[in-house]
């Protein structure tokens, strides 16, 4: 705190005093200005400066239109002000492009920030800034280049990039640091806005990162740290260099300037740790990289100082995000411990935040906080209480659910914020579906709670999936059945009580419930559950749409005789509604209340819920369409050529498209028997189907037996007192310093541990599963994290990019076609056995290892280890570098029927300290193979020589939905010799275009296939232009990169076919137009088209 | 015309394929790239009075004028409401709002919740120490009458949501140079 500022700012003197005040002394007080503001401070109301702002409106409008306006400056200031007080002054912008134009120095740069404080980016007017850009960026004096980059890197007209491009690269090496500093920053701007405007220049980008000024380095960090997120792969290379730099900041190698309260630059050090956190995750190799500068940066940051703080907290996120290493992670799990016990509320804020980041991979530190998250539980200010929910959010598990929501839910009584409840709302509604059958009471009651409480702000598709869940039941019929009967008998009372004050939502929910399943509870006469609904219609503040819920929900019920008259009458009344919708179930209700037969087959009661079967091409209207066609009707327009047709209209479209492909290429193909990892994954990931795929899969038929087991367990611990849970035993010494020990407890505090032990008691039985693989941490780290991907979606938004996956085992019974299994491949999957255990023997046997493939739990279709050539020992004597070591060996133990065949380079995937894993793909004709190097890496330490011993293993990929790169994950587990079993996941990228193969079709064949394939998408691709022939030549070039086939050229068309293996085709038509290439692609998958386009770009830039 | 000549009796393809425009192809793109919105880490700079007078306003995404007052005054009764003992981060509808009291005036700056809220609070701190050095000893008074000067140092500090400058000279470095050119 700087006591300074504080006394300055306090001693506001009276407005009396305006003109003796130093800060006013070069304005006079009598100035517009000053009178401005002066009216503005005296303010009392909100009418009074509505009045004021529009008098100095007409003030300023009036003057500033005058010719040879010499205030031009004080005017702006004054616009300025108004707009600040939210009243539009828009008359002013065209001055303010001028004055930016024609002022003096200090006029410009008061005329560009009115720009920048006007406009936003899209606003036409920015236009007429382009070419006073143009000339200051020309300028000799420096401070107006100075002025226009700085304009520049706040908002510049996207199509105008190209004419200032030349001019601000080459401000890139100007002697001056801040002009080098300011144009790094206007391309970064450039960067945001079109990234594809400033692909050529990346290795400017590098020089910046390495230039001798530390200003211009820092701005190109906000670059790298842009394209770093979007591709970590493309950057791994510099971890070293960005290692460096922080070394020397953090040892503090920068000008003294550059250091904040004596740390030196922090916000830099604080880029550049996430940067490090980007480069280092899921990469064991890169981590190692950076270990000892994050030990530094802990180290360093002993000052008591907030900003010390904001740095460690960095610098644990970065601990945490990257491969674990034992000792930096105590060491940062200690580091938490001092935020979270802080006695300044920021810093336990910070520590809160920190943890429930933490837990998500590392739930048992949680354990070691329990009393402190207990205390913030009960804390006075909201936010804190808010961030622990959260962290509670994040560590719950079936045995702790209950008291979680109910903490969740005593918040959301006291929070007043919308957003909050929301938000809240949404997580209990999640949990609660998420362990839904341990207690159907404890599930229908706080799903009410959640109804009436989120009323109709909430999530739509919280209803939906729990009417979903209640419809479509779970594997007991009896359970249903109670589930579905305590539903009933929980509305019912709700119904007679004051159903008004319930949000529509609910009644919805309601009202579905009891047409669907009142019946169940036999007490109950359906005349009344009738009457009750009925009293739900006329209720005032009804919608629409809740009245229409009502109606179906009579219809179902009405059986004529006594119910007759109610339906009779309600039926009567809406016949006649304005509402369409209503009129029409009244109708309904009307016909089927006096035909039970047809309502019996209408509206069967008890029916499964079936799969709608949707003709999305709707092929069932073609002869109604070309009927219409006959009779003259104009073709149908698809949206986006309508949208180009209205563009072309207007103007010459400068604009470029984004590529439309959809956010979530994920597309895991999910069957009861994959991994857990994946399956959370996916639905996580689900972004494009609805939630609901996920809630149902969660706890389909298999998650219901595995929600079943914690529960007995739950039983029969009997809520372990915290010290005696055997988690905790293991937790080391820092635990035992915050556990009070006395055996005397005071109550309130018994209360708290009783909290505890009910919160955390799920951990601590994870926490033993975990102290098994205390010397070797990593696998187990896998593991959890892959938990926390289930449960936080926010942590998945910034996980992996694209995973469209195919486990190899398991996905051989997904593949669309079959003919797989006619392949050579497919016959050698087939003979293997079902479990392998492939010992690798090293030479000298001094290490054993054994691999098993965890995909192994399917059946027959496992993973073609070949025999022939698995077990092979080498001992290519002591090795430096294992990275080079693979390259050059590994070709030799491709499988001998692949050899001859083309594969792509063989890249390593990941590596631990015993196992290191290779693979690369194959492109045979009818299949693609995925080859992996499993290569046994221990290191016996007498000898110093590197032991190897290869596996190769051999799987077939398809794709069962397309996206633009395919990655495969998976799991190697093996045994060490001593018998502790471990596990090393991988990942491995393929490009789709690997999965594309050309399809031979006639072009009558083609003409007919076309019409039937509903996912389509268009684009204009570059033609190449240096032959006689650019059609030809652009063709033969796709052909020759994406293995397409060309079914037929004609003059300046041509139609061109492929298929993704198996045999889904994609059909696509070039079109020669105005130098472009329109290509037009159309496929039954969705998504391929996008994606096939994708690569098409790619492949004709590349050339 | 050609395609329906060999397809048959694609009625529809002939007026598909007619008429392609001849707009500039679209970008390549990564499909992954979030849209830029989600790139902003500070939302706003806000310098607001314990009366809830707006002395200094930056918007980094884009808010309409008509909704900014709204906003603003929200924003200054969730910070006047909370007391001294109280964290200085509050949650705000989907971000996140952090402020510094001094004296009467509150800096408000509107984050997203994945910056780090500690560095952005001293970050308010380091710029007010900037406009300390600049305006030496800076008041109330010294921003509304230099609303412009201010506005020239935070765009030195913070662009487009990100902080592009800390240290206090270069921050400084391009306004006193116009300075001294104005008084020259």
């Known amino acids: 705190m700087s006591d300074v500022v504080e006394k300055t700012l306090t001693a506001l003197p009276s407005l009396l005093s305006l003109d003796s005040h130093p800060g006013s002394a070069k304005l006079s007080s009598t100035s517009k200005l ?111 280049v100075c002025m226009a980059l700085t304009v520049v890197s706040q908002m510049f007209p996207k199509d105008m990039i190209p004419a200032i491009l030349p001019l601000v690269e080459e401000k890139l090496n100007h002697p001056k640091e801040i002009i080098r500093r300011k144009a790094v920053l206007a391309l970064y701007k450039f960067y945001l806005i079109a990234p594809n405007q400033v692909q050529h220049i990346h290795n400017k980008f590098r020089k910046a990162l390495c230039d001798k000024d530390p200003g211009v380095m820092t701005a190109s960090l906000h670059i790298y740290l842009q394209m770093i997120q979007e591709n970590p792969e493309a950057y791994k290379d510099l971890t070293p260099s960005f290692v460096t730099i922080l070394k020397q900041v953090v040892g503090g190698k920068l000008p003294m300037d550059f250091n904040y309260h004596t740390v030196p630059a922090p916000w830099l050090q604080i880029q550049l740790l996430r940067i490090l956190s980007l ?143 929301i938000d809240l709302v949404g997580k209990v509604a999640e949990l609660a579906e998420k362990y839904p059958l341990k207690y159907n009471e404890w599930f229908i009651e706080t799903m009410n709670t959640v109804f009436s409480l989120g009323g109709d702000m909430m999530q739509p598709d919280i209803p939906n999936s729990f009417l979903k869940l209640l419809s479509e039941g779970f594997d007991s019929v009896e359970e249903d059945r109670k589930l579905r009967l305590f539903a009933v008998n929980s509305y019912i009372p709700l119904l007679r009580g004051e159903p008004g004050k319930l949000p529509q939502r609910f009644l919805q929910v309601i009202s579905w419930v009891l047409g669907e399943y009142s019946h169940l509870r036999e007490d109950l006469e359906p005349a009344e559950v009738l009457s009750l609904l009925a009293k739900l219609l006329d209720m005032k503040n009804s919608s629409s749409e809740t009245k229409s819920w009502v109606l179906m929900a009579m219809t179902k019920l009405c059986k004529g005789g006594a119910d007759a008259s109610v339906t009779q009458e309600v039926s009567e009344t809406y016949s006649s509604s304005l509402d369409t919708v209503l009129r029409q179930r009244a109708h309904e209700l009307q016909y089927l209340s006096q035909d039970p037969e047809l309502r019996a087959r209408v509206l069967p009661r008890g029916a499964k819920p079936e799969t709608l079967e949707v003709d999305s091409s709707l092929s069932f209207l073609d002869r109604f369409v070309s009927e219409a066609l006959a009779a003259g009707a104009a073709p149908y327009k698809p949206p986006h050529q309508r949208q180009e047709e209205l563009d072309q209209s207007k103007a010459l479209s400068l604009e470029p498209y984004g590529l439309s492909l959809p956010i979530s290429m994920s597309s895991c193909s999910i069957t009861d028997r994959q991994s857990p990892t994946l399956l959370s994954m996916s639905s996580g990931l689900s972004g494009d189907t609805l939630k609901l795929d996920g809630i149902k899969r969660v706890w389909g038929r298999e998650g219901y037996l595995a929600q079943r087991e914690p529960v007995e367990e739950a039983a029969q611990v009997e809520v372990p007192s915290p010290i005696q849970s055997p988690g905790r035993q293991g937790e080391g010494d820092s635990l035992h310093s915050q556990t009070p020990t006395q055996t ?224 495969v994950v998976g799991t190697v587990s093996y045994q060490l010799p001593a018998g502790t079993s471990q596990s090393l996941q991988f990942s491995y990228k393929v490009p789709l275009t690997s999965f594309i193969r050309p399809f031979v079709v006639s072009t009558e064949e083609y003409g007919t296939m076309w019409l039937s394939f509903s996912h389509d998408t268009k684009q204009n691709l570059t033609l190449i232009n240096d032959n006689q022939e650019p059609l030809t030549a652009t063709l033969n070039a796709l052909k020759k990169k994406l293995q397409l086939h060309v079914v037929e050229v004609i003059g300046m068309e041509g139609i061109v076919a492929c298929r993704l293996l198996q045999d889904l085709p994609c059909l696509m038509h070039c079109r020669v137009n105005a130098g472009w290439l329109a290509v037009w692609l159309r496929s039954p998958v969705p998504d391929l088209p996008d994606c096939l386009i994708y690569h098409c770009q790619r492949a004709l830039q590349s050339l | 015309m050609w395609c329906a000549r060999l397809i048959g009796d694609l009625v529809f393809c002939i007026e598909l394929t007619g008429r392609h425009c001849c707009s500039l192809p679209r970008p390549l793109s990564d499909p992954m790239v979030k849209p830029a919105t989600d790139r902003i880490m500070i939302k706003f700079v806000l310098m607001v009075n314990r009366q809830g007078q707006t002395r200094l306003s930056r918007y980094y995404h884009s808010v309409e004028l008509s909704r900014r007052a709204a906003l603003e005054a929200d924003v200054v009764r969730y910070c006047l409401s909370r007391k001294k003992d109280q964290c200085s981060f509050v949650e705000y509808k989907d971000f996140k709002l952090v402020y510094r009291q001094y004296a009467a005036l509150y800096i408000v700056v509107g984050i997203t919740d994945s910056e780090n809220e500690l560095s952005i609070y001293e970050l308010v701190h380091n710029f007010v120490e900037v406009l300390d050095k600049y305006f030496s000893r800076v008041s109330e008074l010294d921003i509304m009458f230099n609303l412009d000067r201010v506005h020239i140092i935070l765009d030195e500090m913070i662009q487009n949501g990100h902080i592009v400058e800390t240290n206090k000279s270069r921050i400084l470095a391009p306004l006193t140079t116009i300075d001294k050119m104005v008084d020259s």
């Open chain 1, 34 to 144: 000053g009178n401005l503001i002066r009216g503005i401070t005296e303010l009392t109301s909100k009418h009074e400066e509505e009045k004021l702002i529009q008098h100095e409106l007409l003030a300023i409008k009036e003057q500033v239109s005058s010719p040879n306006t010499t205030m031009m400056k004080e005017l702006m200031v004054r616009s300025i002000y108004c707009e600040m007080l939210g009243y539009e002054a828009s008359f002013s912008y065209i001055h303010a492009i001028k004055l930016a134009q024609q002022g003096t120095v200090l006029e410009k740069r008061v005329g560009y920030l009115a720009v920048s404080l006007f406009l936003n980016e899209s606003h036409e007017l920015l236009l007429l800034l382009v070419n006073t850009v143009l000339k200051d960026l020309q300028s000799t004096n420096l401070i107006e």
């Open chain 1, 744 to 967: 005397p407890t005071p109550e309130p505090e018994q209360e708290k541990q009783q909290l505890a032990s009910s919160l955390f008691v799920g951990l601590a039985s994870q926490s033993s599963v975990s102290l098994m693989g205390k010397s070797e941490p990593m696998p187990q780290r896998f593991r959890r994290k892959a938990k926390g991907q289930g449960l936080g979606s926010s942590f998945i938004a910034n996980e992996q990019i694209s995973s469209s996956l195919i486990s190899p085992p398991s996905a051989v019974d997904n593949l669309l076609c079959n003919n797989l299994l006619d392949s050579n491949n497919a016959s050698e999957l087939a003979e293997q056995t079902s479990q392998l255990s492939q010992s690798l023997t090293t030479a000298n046997g001094t290490c054993h290892a054994e691999a098993e493939l965890t995909e192994s739990d399917t059946k027959g279709c496992n993973p073609a280890l070949r025999r022939d050539n698995c077990v092979v020992a080498a001992g290519p004597g002591p090795h430096n570098d294992p990275g080079r070591l693979t390259e050059v060996c590994l070709d030799s133990y491709l499988p001998a029927e692949l050899s001859g065949l083309s594969h792509s380079e063989i890249a390593p995937l990941c590596a631990n300290q015993s196992l290191n894993l290779s693979a690369c793909h194959v492109q045979k004709e009818d299949s693609l193979i995925l080859v992996v190097f499993i290569m046994n890496s221990s290191e016996s330490a007498i000898q110093q020589i590197r032991l190897v011993s290869i596996t190769v293993g051999q799987y077939s990929l398809t794709v069962k939905r397309p996206a633009v790169h395919v990655e």
């Open chain 1, 279 to 421: 480069l280092g995750k899921n990469d064991q190799s890169t981590s190692e990289v950076m270990y000892e500068v994050l030990d530094e940066s802990l180290q360093r940051a002993e000052m008591n100082h907030n900003i010390t703080y904001a740095i460690l907290y960095e610098c644990v996120k970065c601990i945490y995000t990257i491969h674990p290493k034992s000792d930096l992670l105590e060491k940062a799990a200690k580091c938490i411990g001092n935020f979270v016990l802080s006695p300044k509320i920021n810093l336990k804020y910070l520590g809160l935040k920190a943890l429930t980041y933490v837990v998500q991979q590392d739930p048992k530190l949680a354990l070691q906080h329990q009393m402190t998250i207990i205390e913030c539980l009960d804390h006075p200010d909201l936010i804190i209480k808010r961030e622990t929910l959260e962290l509670l959010f994040r560590i719950t598990n079936g045995q702790n659910v209950t008291v979680i929501v109910e903490k969740m839910l005593e918040f959301l009584c006291i929070s007043e914020d919308d957003h909050t409840t």
